[in-house]
Nanobody
Framework: VQLQASGGGLVQAGGSLRLSCAASGRTFSMYVMGWFRQAPGKEREFVGRITWSGGSTSYADSVKGRFTISRDNTKNAVYLEMNSLKPEDTAVYYC?????????????????WGKGTQVTVSS
């Protein structure tokens, strides 16, 4: 599976952005999809994930209630809707794929990474 994230940019605090991740390959629906982010000088951290059919999502406490993950298996795509953005959300955002829910929650468990997209939130 090859992944390509897009949609990042510069936004003011309180604003919104929608990230997209396009996947290649016929096996997209076999993977749990997730989003991670990495701020300068910090480790890559889990943001959220969505299960194979999209029936279940889970988020890091830092984004819960503000971010929403969705997927469209007919388009081989996963999305990250980010609202009420804060300066501390500034990071490079990565989409990720893994075979299981347990795997997707840690960087080491990810099977495939997409190229990141920069999100910058100004105060």
């Amino acid at each position: 599976v090859q992944l390509q994230a897009s949609g990042g940019g510069l936004v003011q605090a309180g604003g919104s952005l929608r990230l997209s991740c396009a996947a290649s390959g016929r096996t997209f629906s076999m993977y749990v999809m997730g989003w991670f982010r990495q701020a300068p000088g910090k480790e890559r951290e889990f943001v959220g994930r969505i299960t194979w059919s999209g029936g279940s999502t889970s988020y890091a406490d830092s984004v819960k209630g503000r971010f929403t993950i969705s997927r469209d298996n007919t388009k081989n795509a996963v999305y990250l809707e980010m609202n009420s953005l804060k300066p501390e959300d500034t990071a490079v955002y990565y989409c990720a794929a893994a075979k299981s829910i347990v795997q997707i929650t840690t960087s080491k468990g990810v099977d495939y990474w997409g190229k990141g997209t920069q999100v910058t939130v100004s105060s």
